[in-house]
């Protein structure tokens, strides 16, 4: 699929009416070996809150590692992107099944993350050290139980700065529920956080709805919390 646009300046983009849309192209397509570079680096300059991870967190290697190996390693297949001249502007990574995401994530990732540690290939400067305290006291305070009876899958998406708001989102999530009508999923969960304003109201437009918010928690100096959103898919055959 295709989504058109037409490029201004800055990389600022508006929607293409239709008068160069030969010209300037978006495509959405399932990820490839080749684009999982690009992902890890979507993913830091998106990570807090949309802005750069560099905020609260410095290492691009050990944040993208914890972010995005389970699904550029282990599950590619679940993973698309959108592309504009040859460059990968957005993705969305998926997982169909949320519960061997948790066994990969805790035989396989985990481990190779600590060993990452113990061999010092990774920054643990006082900043690091902070926001890694504050991500795992919050992971053990306890989550609210995710909904995978109903909504087994789950998804992360990330779109450049300056390609947002032009229905690149739209097109990837679309295309991922296609995805899992087709592999008879019958729903799909995400958790975001506050800190993440402006995703909310794009999830409400794409048809998700708030399943359970968290308590408030601190993040970067920031007090947010995280909300579960479900959307159900229409299983076709
Ligand atoms: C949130 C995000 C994925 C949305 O993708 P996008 O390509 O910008 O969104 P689209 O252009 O496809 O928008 C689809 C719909 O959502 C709405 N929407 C998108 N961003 C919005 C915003 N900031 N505020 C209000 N509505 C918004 C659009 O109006 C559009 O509805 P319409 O077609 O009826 O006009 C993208 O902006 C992004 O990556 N943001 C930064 C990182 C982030 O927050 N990621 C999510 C982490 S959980």
Redesign the pocket.
């Known amino acids: 699929m295709v989504v058109h646009l037409l490029l201004l300046t800055d990389n600022k983009l508006s929607i293409d009416k239709g008068w160069f849309s030969d010209m300037w192209k978006v495509e959405v397509r399932k990820m490839k070996p080749g684009d999982k570079e690009s992902i890890r680096q979507i993913c830091c300059e998106?990570g807090f809150g949309?802005k750069h991870i560099e905020v609260v967190f410095s290492d691009e290697a050990m944040f993208a590692d914890m972010v995005t190996l389970y699904y550029t390693d282990y599950e590619p297949q679940s993973a698309f992107v959108a592309r504009f001249e040859g460059e990968t502007v957005?993705y969305l990574t998926g997982c169909l099944d949320t519960r061997s995401y948790n066994r990969v994530m805790k035989s396989k990732i985990v481990p190779r993350i600590l060993l990452n540690v113990i061999r010092r290939q990774y920054c643990l400067n006082k900043k690091n050290r902070r926001y890694l305290k504050e991500v795992i006291s919050h992971l053990l305070k306890g989550k609210t139980n995710l909904p995978l009876e109903n909504y087994p899958a789950h998804l992360?998406?990330?779109?450049r700065d300056g390609f947002?708001?032009?229905?690149?989102?739209?097109e990837l999530i679309s295309r991922y529920l296609v995805y899992l009508s087709d592999n008879n999923i019958k729903g799909v969960h995400?958790v975001?956080t506050s800190l993440?304003q402006?995703?909310l109201?794009?999830y409400e437009?794409l048809g998700f709805e708030i399943y359970a918010r968290s308590e408030t928690y601190s993040l970067g100096s920031r007090e947010i919390y995280d909300l579960i959103y479900v959307r159900s898919v229409i299983i076709s055959s």
């Open positions: 998106t949309g957005g992360h998406i990330n779109i947002r708001g032009f229905g690149i989102g739209r995400l975001t993440h402006d995703s109201s794009f437009k």
